[in-house]
């Protein structure tokens, strides 16, 4: 099955700032989904991406896939404090019935 | 309802009792899945339902898990003779065909004395 990697595994902010998280695989994947985990809360789906290379925006968000479709990354703008929460990267294989879920990356934003 | 339903939210339990665990899916969501949460941790995936079938037990940490889906719909998984490693949140989620989002119940946090 699929190994997904996350990185970092925390990212403190200074609000209004940017960051970046990364998520990278083993082998190809059909398609990566991200998620959005707030605190005490459950993980709640944001995007999926299907196509090599492929960029989606959310707002302050940019979802990106890339070309060989092993790695993605999502780049947050102008952080605000609204965006501290847990966010998972997770991917499959065109055969895989099931999510392979990283590790996660915790974001906290200093006011 | 609308979205994925978990019961109970809370369940504290003595070592050694019995645990049933319960998810009422999506409707019309074949595709049902189990994962584990502990504090601060990522996603433990346990059990992978299509339909009534479990084709994917793989997760389950050892024998005292199992879990079962009836009607292509309700999932219960049941923790035997609990100990306290088990003591976790415990998540659900379903969607519409395997691969594709999930949806997450609030979950049930267990904990075992």
């Known amino acids: 099955g699929q190994q997904v990697m996350q990185i970092p595994q925390y990212q403190h902010v200074q609000e209004g700032e940017d960051f970046t998280t990364y998520c990278n695989s083993s082998t190809t994947l059909s398609n990566i989904q991200w998620y959005k985990q707030r605190p005490g809360g459950h993980p709640v789906f944001l995007i999926q991406l299907v196509k090599s290379g492929e960029v989606k925006k959310q707002k302050r968000l940019t979802f990106q896939f890339g070309e060989a479709k092993k790695n993605s990354s999502l780049h947050i703008t102008a952080t605000q404090t609204t965006d501290v929460g847990t966010y998972f990267c997770?991917?499959?294989?065109?055969?895989?019935?099931?999510?392979?879920f990283g590790a996660g990356t915790t974001v906290t934003v200093r006011a | 309802g609308a979205g994925v339903s978990q019961s109970p939210s809370n369940k504290v339990t003595e070592k050694g009792k019995d645990v049933e665990l319960r998810c009422d899916p999506i409707s019309g969501h074949t595709a049902l899945y189990w994962y584990r949460q502990s504090l601060g941790q990522g996603l433990e995936f346990l059990i992978y339902?299509?339909?009534?079938?479990?084709?994917?037990k793989s997760g389950l940490p050892s024998d005292r898990f199992s879990a079962e889906r009836t009607g292509g719909s309700v999932s219960t998984l049941t923790i035997q003779r609990t100990q306290q490693e088990d003591s976790a949140v415990y998540l659900c989620a379903s969607s519409w065909a395997p691969n594709q989002p999930q949806h997450f119940g609030d979950g049930t946090r267990l904990s075992i004395l």
């Open positions: 339902f299509q339909g009534n079938s479990a084709p994917d």
């Open positions: 997770a991917g499959s294989g065109s055969n895989d019935y099931k999510l392979s």
